[in-house]
């Protein structure tokens, strides 16, 4: 049973439990054909690139079985660690016979290179041996271990089979044996392993792991790795009143903060979270969930401060925000969290990888000239395995259940086994979602019961109507929020949601400078961009949108995979006589306007056709949107 | 005689010769009292730091005088030589035995220093002898070497002493005995020999510098130091079509291009620094003349990348852009140049040093929420003594002559003596400049004769006339330009200058997308922002200026040293209903606009008062700049 990314069917103090990942199957039009690239494509190539590279040839020379010098960057051993977490989701999902037999190889060569005393990284071998735990500050040694207990429990649940989980703690054991209370203090340069130790004592029930990831966690902010910012070491974690730092750090912190809190309940953690939480979401986050806005350091920028082409919005930083929402909405049952989840996932993650599956973005920007573009593979190779790990999960996310309820948390046209109090219940989703907002579940529990469905209204819709066996429910239906419908379930029982989804514009708040005047194209849960692709006619950083502006929605089957695409009429900018001027007095230059029409597409799918210009927040003309202002200085 | 920065006097190429700086006597309230507190307070208390920081004990080890380490970092000897600089500068301005004192002082360690062979670095002596020269790319080697040119050509020119010259000349023809064609290749991570060596042939007439200069500047661009664009060794200099890579780094490279080109007249090189300086004012320039808008590497941003609150704009950097077109005026004898020269020093310059002269800005946001303030000293500390030489130089920059013209290039109350053709000519500028467009200038050679005085009229000023002896002068009198008056000039002859001086709003090219819908303030040659001190009712990021806003310009001699204020009627925006959103959709939040008034003051005294935000991009509502545009989309 591969419960996804976290399982908390016994932790006290989670809201929710997840449904184990392989029994939904998704056959809709845009999930399914991306698990299918991610084992075809995504990856054996990544496969590939990590032998090229040498990433496991580190393992077969920690091993003892090639000679030669350790090649890459030290942190690499994480790279094919999550390559295995995300292979082992893709196999529970789906068996693929190359997938599984790359997979047996590399573990056996992860395996064979342990020490005997249980460490194992491949860097820390040989002449480096003395100098394993000397600066956890820069050198992931406990990241490394972090992602390969992943890795490992990822394999146990997909495949049952132990190997990879007793070399895990064994690890974890050698860890335990050297940091803790009473032993040496210490605390990662990089947080992951909190939340790997919470889930390896999630699997194993040894509270040591638990008691060592909380120990990591406050042993942070006294300085032990410097006492920077950017590692968030300035403060203990109690004390976080803002979220700063380098983006993936901050969020893998917080991801291991709440999965302490779900076994812990305390109060105090819980708290910093939502503060933090709070911080990053109302200012510090972009329309397209991405996070972490600057280049320096990779960091969260400070209050508003979301600079659209010189974005960092790393791919990493998406999918941590991806998995920290999921976490918080398991602790909580708060469709907030499914909100923010959803949006990164549709649109600041999934843009870090090419539709062939085979290219990736590091950084993320929301305006460029046509110089960005993806690549196969990166000198520090974080996010293309992040992005596989992530989209390989999906189909756990869909779903969760409490104690008498299950929870819709996406829709996804799918079908499912639930196990809820002995019953078998078959959930059915028939939709086109993301493109449209109807969606048809159908419940079909093994015997007649009475539970809860909790049917998840996005933040971004204002207008839901429900209706169960044709009859429309009474209650409120309100946004960002789940929707309880009880009763006695039986075969055949079909809920019809109907989630108003019309093309909307967003504004932002006046403080990110960069944006004012300008809105962003956003429909369901999907935010647009405007390529040059689509708008040959002009430089689409010179279209504008007006208020007369009116928009349709069209289904393209054939373009970049299948993508509703969104038209209208607006003006186009020529804006010629300012050639060569930087700055002029107001009467010194004036731009003319053309009407034009203009198509936008899905901003994840950006940059995989010709390079040219692309931007999100697309200039507006003529709104009004101020109370006052203009009587107070018309003449 | 002081003749300032660069010496063109016999230079081939150079249309402009420079005056020599204690011939120039400035009374004015702008620039006097900011030349007295550098004596009094800058240099002093630098003096103080440096010895704090063992900088100059850092000299007493290399000497062996005393024990030790080598204290801070490995490029530190360039402050030193930088200050001696400075206070060489302003001895040639005016005599201040406390300054003369520490100089003599300092110089007597610098030459101590010394190796027998002629290197001279502090931090490559006992155990990092071996070192010297095994990595130019970050090591500084050449950099130091550089300033402490530069040093030693202002102590000799300003005491006649030989005694740093020599020390200089003997470390250069150390250089030139290990790097040159046939000998070692390499060219310095960090430019600024270029330039010295350049001016040290001037001094010494030794063409070996010339050459050496030449050979630096041609081994830039093959990957000797391991091809970056940050160093910009990505490309041979005569290929760049872009000004890129750490800006500092960048700029002082041109001014040693420059300084090459006033030598051999080559075409190739004065076409790629024009290709450069466009490239910089036209698409990489803040209206402040501050360049190098990104943090991580300290470097120019594309086209257009000119945020505001993430505003690099490094003080060396606009030190350096000072520097540059100083240098470009010379070999031209173009206005456009001395206008970036004047936006430079006035704006972004100026706001690296406070008003008390003793506190610094390494980095220069256009925009702040209060967080940003300037400090002592910094641990890499290049700017403090870098605004203190530019301060120092002010008076050098203020005339130059050419065959048989002087050039007044910049306006501050002052009198001057000027050799021209053995004439001396003495000139007194009346005005209240910055502030105030009026100029007085008395023309009083020491025998009547026929020659031209060049006028500036500023890129800033839209109208000017100009009278001799109350007549007004025929020719056309166009912004950006030199006006020429050539007659036979006598005893008494006077000139009137009225440069026309409104206030003017700013409005930026429509790809700065932060600027979008956003003015700036500029009156003459000064940019202004809104500072919450004198804005105390609305968060000044919050106000805006509307058509209908009538300004005021008020001198305030009390407030920050004597500045002309700009108050005006605009709005206050209620943001209150965007609390805790970040994103809305158009209808969803409405600000509300309140009437209010509003100070400007000069953005170069910004951050001098209690701590509060900042702006210079002020919004702008109802302003229409565009042709078509309403009548398109009106309904």
């Given at each position: 049973m591969v419960t996804l990314l976290v399982n908390t069917l016994e932790s006290p103090w989670a809201r929710l439990k997840p449904i184990p990942i392989e029994n939904v199957k998704i056959m809709d039009q845009f999930w399914a054909p991306r698990l299918k690239t991610l084992r075809e494509e995504t990856l054996p190539s990544q496969y590939n690139l990590m032998e090229e590279t040498g990433r496991i040839d580190n393992f077969r020379r920690a091993a003892g079985k090639i000679k030669g010098p350790f090649r890459g960057a030290y942190y690499n051993d994480s790279d094919v660690y999550k390559w295995v977490e995300a292979a082992c989701l893709t196999l529970a999902y789906e068996r693929d016979q190359k997938i599984a037999t790359?997979?047996?190889?590399?573990?056996?060569?992860?395996?064979?290179?342990?020490?005997?005393?249980?460490?194992?990284?491949?860097?820390?071998?040989y002449e480096k041996k003395r100098l394993r735990w000397t600066n956890l500050r820069d050198m992931h040694e406990l990241y490394c271990a972090g992602h390969l207990f992943q890795a490992a429990i990822a394999y146990h649940r997909s495949t049952g089979e132990k190997e990879l989980l007793t070399t895990a703690v064994r690890f974890a054991d050698h860890i335990a044996s050297v940091f803790g209370p009473g032993k040496r203090r210490g605390t990662p340069g990089?947080?992951?392993?909190?939340?790997?130790?919470?889930?390896l004592y999630r699997e194993t029930r040894k509270e040591e792991y638990l008691e060592l990831a909380q120990f990591f966690l406050d042993q942070r902010g006294y300085g032990l790795i410097g006492g920077s910012i950017v590692l968030i070491?300035?403060?203990?974690?109690?004390?976080?009143?803002?979220?700063?730092?380098?983006?993936?750090?901050?969020?893998?912190?917080?991801?291991?903060?709440?999965?302490?809190?779900?076994?812990?309940?305390?109060?105090?953690?819980?708290?910093?979270?939502?503060?933090?939480?709070?911080?990053?979401?109302?200012?510090?986050?972009?329309?397209?969930?991405?996070?972490?806005?600057?280049h320096a350091g990779e960091a969260f920028g400070d209050?508003?401060?979301?600079?659209?082409?010189?974005?960092?919005?790393?791919?990493?930083?998406?999918?941590?925000?991806?998995?920290?929402?999921?976490?918080?909405l398991l602790a909580t049952g708060e469709s907030r969290f499914t909100d923010i989840m959803e949006l990164a996932l549709y649109n600041a993650a999934l843009a870090g990888i090419s539709l062939n599956g085979r290219e990736y973005f590091y950084v993320n920007p929301l305006a460029d000239r046509g110089r960005h573009r993806r690549q196969r593979w990166f000198g520090c190779a974080c996010c293309p395995p992040n992005i596989a790990r992530l989209l390989a999960s999906v189909p756990g996310m869909i779903y969760s259940t409490s104690d008498n309820a299950i929870w819709v948390h996406l829709y996804v046209a799918s079908v499912a086994r639930i196990e809820l109090k002995g019953n078998e219940v078959r959930i059915t989703q028939e939709t086109e979602y993301p493109w449209d907002g109807r969606i048809d579940v159908t419940v079909e529990p093994s015997k007649d019961d009475e539970f809860s469905l909790y049917l998840r209204i996005p933040g971004w819709c204002r207008a839901a109507t429900?209706?169960?066996?044709?009859?429309?429910?009474?209650?409120?239906?309100?946004?960002?929020?789940?929707?309880?419908?009880?009763?006695?379930?039986?075969?055949?029982?079909?809920?019809?949601?109907?989630?108003?989804?019309?093309?909307?514009?967003?504004?932002?708040?006046?403080?990110?400078?960069?944006?004012?005047?300008?809105?962003?194209?956003?429909?369901?849960?999907?935010?647009?961009?405007?390529?040059?692709?689509?708008?040959?006619?002009?430089?689409?950083?010179?279209?504008?949108i007006v208020p007369e502006t009116k928009f349709t929605a069209t289904y393209e089957p054939e373009l970049?995979?299948?993508?509703?695409?969104?038209?209208?009429?607006?003006?186009?900018?020529?804006?010629?006589?300012?050639?060569?001027?930087?700055?002029?007095?107001?009467?010194?230059?004036?731009?003319?306007?053309?009407p034009v029409k203009f198509k936008a597409v899905p901003y994840y799918a950006w940059a995989n056709r010709s390079p040219g210009p692309m931007i999100v927040?697309?200039?507006a003309l003529g709104f009004n949107t101020l109370q006052g202002g203009k009587k107070l200085y018309k003449a």
């Open positions: 790359l997979l047996t190889n590399v573990i056996d060569e992860i395996v064979a290179a342990q020490d005997e005393d249980g460490y194992l990284n491949t860097y820390f071998t990089h947080p992951e392993i909190e939340m790997a130790l919470v889930e070491d300035h403060k203990p974690f109690r004390q976080l009143d803002e979220i700063v730092g380098h983006a993936v750090r901050a969020i893998y912190l917080c991801c291991g903060a709440t999965d302490i809190f779900m076994e812990t309940g305390e109060r105090e953690l819980y708290e910093t979270l939502e503060k933090l939480w709070k911080n990053m979401v109302y200012k510090r986050m972009y329309v397209t969930g991405g996070v972490g806005s600057r209050d508003y401060e979301l600079p659209n082409r010189r974005a960092y919005s790393e791919t990493c930083a998406s999918v941590a925000n991806v998995m920290w929402n999921w976490r918080m429900v209706n169960v066996n044709g009859r429309k429910v009474r209650k409120s239906v309100k946004p960002s929020n789940y929707l309880e419908i009880s009763r006695v379930w039986g075969t055949g029982d079909r809920v019809e949601i109907e989630l108003d989804m019309p093309v909307t514009l967003l504004k932002s708040h006046p403080y990110v400078l960069n944006n004012n005047y300008r809105v962003a194209i956003k429909r369901g849960p999907v935010v647009y961009c405007l390529e040059q692709a689509d708008n040959p006619e002009y430089d689409v950083w010179n279209i504008a970049l995979g299948g993508v509703v695409v969104i038209e209208g009429n607006g003006i186009g900018l020529d804006i010629s006589a300012w050639n060569n001027k930087l700055y002029a007095e107001m009467d010194e230059v004036q731009v003319k306007a053309i927040w697309i200039q």
